[in-house]
Structure formats: C-alpha cells, structure tokens
C-alpha cells in the first residue's frame, strides 16, 4: 500500500509530461514571433526561399514518397553544373585536345622522329613479357574506347548528331553508353595490373633528375642514362594511376546513382570524372606519340615484346646492362637467345 | 502567346497530396514515379510550410541544355516537352534540374534507368505520336493542353495553391491576394526557373 501511494506523484507528473510534451517541445525548437502587438503573425516564422537558400545550397524538407532523392525541394546549383557542363567543360576539352594534337604536330613537323643513331643492330632483347602487354594493351584499347564513348556524351549532340539524325544518333549513343559503362571495368583491370608489375620499377631515383634535365634526349638529342624505365615514363605511369584512381571512383559512383551520395555528389563525381577525362586524354596523346611516330623503334616493344639491342642501349642502357647481367652466369646470353632479326 | 508556369502559394498549400494524386491517376504514372511531389518545410516547427513541386518548365531550362541526345522540346507556350524515342537514360537532367523534376523508371545501375519521364504539363510529349492519340497517352499521359484545358493539380487544387497559367496572369493572382491578405512567402523556385521574382 505504501509503495502504491509515495508512487502516485510521480505517475501524475508522468502523465502531465505526456500532455504538455509535444508543445514544451515544439516551442522549445523555435520560438514562434508574433506581431508586434502581440497577435497571431500567420507568416511571421514562415519559411522563406531566400533565407533557406542563404543558409545551404539546397532547400530540402519532408517527402510521403519513400525516395530520399525527391526531398529536395529547390537546388539552384543544378544551374550551375549546367553552366560547368555546356560553357566551361565544353570549350575546354576542345581546347586542351585539340591543342594537344597541334603541338605534337608542330613538334612532329619541327624535330621528326627520334631516330636510331647508329642504326639497328639486328639483334633483340626482350622487353616486354606477354602478360605485360596484355595488360597493357587491355588497358590501352579499353581507354581509348572509354575516351570515344566518353567524348561523344559530350560532343556527340554537337558533332553527330547533325549529321546523322536524331533518332540514328539516340540509337548510337545508347549503345555508346552501355559500351562506356562496360569498357570501363575492362580498363580498370588493366590499369591495375599495369601498376601491379610496374609499380617497383617506377619508384623515382637520383638518375630521373638528370633525364628530365636533358629533356629526355628529345631536344638535346644526346642519350641519357636510364633504368627500365625514364623519368617520361616514370611521369606517365605514376599520372596514369592517380588518373585512373580518380576516373574509376567517379566512375563507379556515377554508375551506381544515388548509393550513399546526394544530389551534390553525384554532380561532383561528374565534374572529378570529366576533368580528370581531358587531362588523362591529352597525357595519353603524348604517351601515344612518343610510343609510336616519335621515336623510332618504340612500338615493338609493346607489339613483340622485343626491342633492338641498340634501341635498348640508346634509351634504357642500364636496363640493358643489368638484363645481360641478371642473365648470367647461369644463362650466359648466347646468341641463340638474343632473337635475331630479318634474314 | 501565353507563357506557361506554375505557382504555389505556399501560404494556402494545406499538404493534402490531391495534386500528386490527380497527376498519377490522369497519367495513369506507373509505380515510383512522381511528376508532382508535395515537400514540408519545417515540418511540425512554427511557419512550417508546404510547397508542392513538379517541373517548373523553366526559362532556358537547364535540363534540355545538358541532355547528351537533345531530346527536349520547349514549346512556344514555355512548356518543356521531351521525347522518350530520343532519352538513353542517362540521367543528366536530373543532375541539371534545380527541381529534381525529371524521374527514372529503374535506380539505374550501368545506366540502366530507363527512359525518363516527368510533368508534361498535361501536353504529352515531343515524340512523333499524334497529339492525343493513344500511343502518346501511354508514353506521356493524357495532353489536356490540346483540349483547351489547364494541367489537373493546379485545376483541382482545394485550396486554389498551386497555380498554373499564363505567368503574367498567375503572378497578378498571386500579388493580389498578397496585398490583400498582408503577407506570402513567395513564388517558391521562381527566380531559378524563370529567373524572376514576384513580389506586391
Ligand atoms: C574506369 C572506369 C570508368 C567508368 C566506370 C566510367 C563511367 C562513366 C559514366 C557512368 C559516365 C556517365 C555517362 C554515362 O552513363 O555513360 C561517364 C561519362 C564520361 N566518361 Fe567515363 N567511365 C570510366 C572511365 C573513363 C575514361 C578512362 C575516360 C576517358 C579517358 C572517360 C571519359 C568520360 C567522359 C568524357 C564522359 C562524359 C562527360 C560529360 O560530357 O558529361 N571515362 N563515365
Ligand atoms: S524543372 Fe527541371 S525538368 Fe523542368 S524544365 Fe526545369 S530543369 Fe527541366
């Protein structure tokens, strides 16, 4: 009995809480203003478009649909990837790809290619083992289907689509979007393996200063010492995989829409992905012209896998001493295992 | 000619979801999609207010201008029209869009979205099909528009909040009642969409 009565107190502030709770609470989260004479101001708290979109870029509230996507009332900053995407990304891919080609043309038509200087030797080492150069070329041939169908998201509706219709340029550029979105699990494989074999390899040392200095031979036109491979190389490898970090997040995440980011990440990850894209395009461009029409002999490296013995003493001469001395004692290199070339 | 929008008069706007129902029964809309939403500011805080929104049929809207396939049509009316033969689904316009208008039938995984729909402003779509046939009504929903007759949630709307008309002749109701009744709390979205403001 006791007990029942020293408990009836606290039941009844219980209960008093329960009543007045939901208005303690309410007012406790705003204050309501009322006019200044004290009446019922029915639009003195209410919620205005400026000052909401003063304190956060996009105005969002309460939604009945199960879609957190549609909770956001108003985002102006849709105007603004709008204007990213058609004013600045636009011209800026054209200028930065379009450029990059006019200067290797110019440099083209001004140096020509870096030549042999003293001619092949007729004899080859390997270079390249054919694992290498699958990978590479996964990664290569998934990239440049990747820039492609990339490109024409941007600038097919300009480029294409006046010439081949609308209804034939949807139809491409469906199949466009399903090749890029596919291709791209293609390259990051690739590129992956690519950083796997080579990362070791393509730690800097003291000796890339020194190639860099000389331009890489290109315009000193003297050969400068390196390991498998120079600082150039070095260069691209290490862009290509920060690059291609940065492209396969923001790939990944504008192939799976909506997972854990918001409206703002998905525009960000566009943005990420579409800069990263040009930059990545134009490095590549260089990477392909130096690989092929720019210096003589390059290409077989990643076509056979075996470059000449003086191609190999003019660009990676240590590379190529230290190839002949792992070689030995065990396996002296006999001229039967240094391929040779022609007839 | 009659430049199309919309308005909510969010002051009268009682969050009673007869305009996202009107929309989805008109269009017979399929399951998860939503041309017309009804979101709660402040919900349950002094001055919560509720603004029903759908595609605003924007001045240079941002949507047509991002779309990789140009698959939108501006009407001379205002209107922002779009042809699902034309839409690949990549979801740009939803990233472009300051309203998140535009609605997808699938999540989209490797693009897999579908075609895209969103409010038509009851005036199908910008395909081939011949205004209001069946073959439009499936894709886009019905086009009262050619009717004569305005889009359904503003026609239907209790309370006369949400709006839809000539912008000239919806903004002169909207600053008359504001004149009259002392206070409003704007054209919500107008300024991003037709880059103008109403005010009494
Ligand atoms: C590595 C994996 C990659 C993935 C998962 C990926 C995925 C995507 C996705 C989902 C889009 C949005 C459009 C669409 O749905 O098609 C896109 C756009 C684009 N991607 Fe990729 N991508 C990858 C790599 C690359 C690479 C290597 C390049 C170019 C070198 C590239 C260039 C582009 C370009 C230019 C766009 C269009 C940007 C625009 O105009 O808005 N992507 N990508
Ligand atoms: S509200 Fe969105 S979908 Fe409608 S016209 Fe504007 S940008 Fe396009």
Redesign the interface.
Known sequence: MRRLVRATPFMGSAALVVLVGPGLR?GA?????RAPDGAF??????????V?LNQDAR???????L?R???????????E??GY??TWLQPLGVLVILGTLLLLGLFYAAMGPLRLTRGRSGRTVTRFSPGERFAHWLAAISFVLLALTGL???Y??IVL?PVIG??A??AF??WV??TH??AGIAFALGLLTIAALWLRQNLPTRLDLAWLRAGGGYLSETHVSAGRFNAGEKLVFWFAVLAGVAITASGVVL????YGTT?AG??LA?IVHSLTAIAFVAVILGHIYVGTIGTEGAIEAMVSGEVDVNWAREHHDLWLAETMAGSAPNERPEPASLGRQGA | MARMKFLCD??RCIEC?ACVTACKNEHEVPW?I?RR?????????????S?S?ACMHCTEA?CA???????FLPTEDGIVLHSK????G???C???????APQYPR?????T?GKMDKCTYCAGGAGPEPTGSMEEYVKYGSNRLAEGKLPLCAEMCSTKSLLAGDGEMIARIYKERVVTRG????A??W??AYREDVSA
Request: aromatic share 10%.
């Open positions: 309410a989260a705003a204050a309501e203003v101001a029915p639009d003195a708290n209410a919620a205005k478009e400026g909401l105005i969002s509230g309460r939604i009945d649909i879609d996507r549609a909770d956001v009332l108003i985002q102006p900053r849709g105007r990837w709008e995407h058609e024409n998201v941007t097919g509706k689509r609308p209804d340029f949807s550029a469906q979007k399903y979105n596919y192939l799976f829409p909506f409206i998905m525009q566009h | 969010a002051d979801n998860g939503n939403r009804v979101i709660t500011l402040n919900d349950g805080k002094p001055g919560e207010r603004v929104m941002p201008a991002v779309c990789p396939t140009s698959c033969d034309l839409c690949i990549c979801g740009y939803f990233y472009a869009c300051p309203f998140g999540v989209g995984n490797f693009g979205r206070y409003g709390s704007g919500w979205g300024k991003t």
